[in-house]
């Protein structure tokens, strides 16, 4: 067993032995909102949205996109769980902002490795073989941070799944400070 593996198992163990009411916790998040934001290990969404379990749905990917797959959580979050507030973040320092689909692609071709970045931009240091699988994806690279956050937000509200009634909120998190900045429609 891997190191990273017996800490993950050690710390749930901590975890599960003061659960207590926990087991209560209703599946409807209790304070009906939800958050699309970064999988970014910098942003912890129950530090600065003042969450505690059970409180909001909390989905993420990387950039904070408003995928297919993020809308489809978001649906099922109101239409079956009552949530009835959005908020869209994405964060400074982004590591979305940092390539395009066509590096993406280039990279995965050459090796399925993890690629490196240095002041040149990013290189593989892998090993083939590659795939061209990365062909056929839209990786939702970031050029304009606030940008990004408009057209998320855009595209949510405009999706024929999501009802009108739901306020979409945009904001950027800032990785220096810790504060939320609101993106104007």
């Not at 599946?27 to 059970?54: I, N, Q, S, W, Y």
Request: glycine share 8%; charged share 30%.
């Amino acid at each position: 067993m891997g190191d990273i593996l017996k800490e993950v198992l050690a710390a749930n163990e901590a975890y599960a032995k003061d659960f207590g009411d926990k087991a209560n916790l209703a599946m409807p998040p209790a304070r009906k909102f939800a958050v699309l934001t970064c999988m970014d290990a910098r942003l912890d969404p129950a530090k600065f949205a003042g969450l505690a379990e059970g409180d909001a749905h909390v989905i993420r990917n990387a950039g904070g996109r408003a995928s297919d797959d993020a809308i489809r959580s978001l649906v099922i979050s109101h239409k079956l769980l009552g949530t009835n507030e959005w908020f869209v973040i994405h964060h400074t320092d982004c590591g979305m902002e940092t390539f395009t689909d066509e590096i993406m692609r280039d990279l995965l071709a050459s090796s399925l490795d993890t690629a490196t970045i240095d002041e040149n931009g990013w290189r593989d240091v892998g090993k083939g073989p590659g795939s061209h699988e990365g062909q056929f994806v839209d990786w939702l690279t970031i050029k304009d941070l606030k940008e990004s956050v408009q057209t998320d937000v855009a595209r949510i509200k405009a999706h024929s799944l999501v009802s009108k009634d739901i306020p979409v909120h945009g904001y950027i998190y800032d990785c220096k400070s810790g504060r939320l900045e609101k993106v104007s429609a």
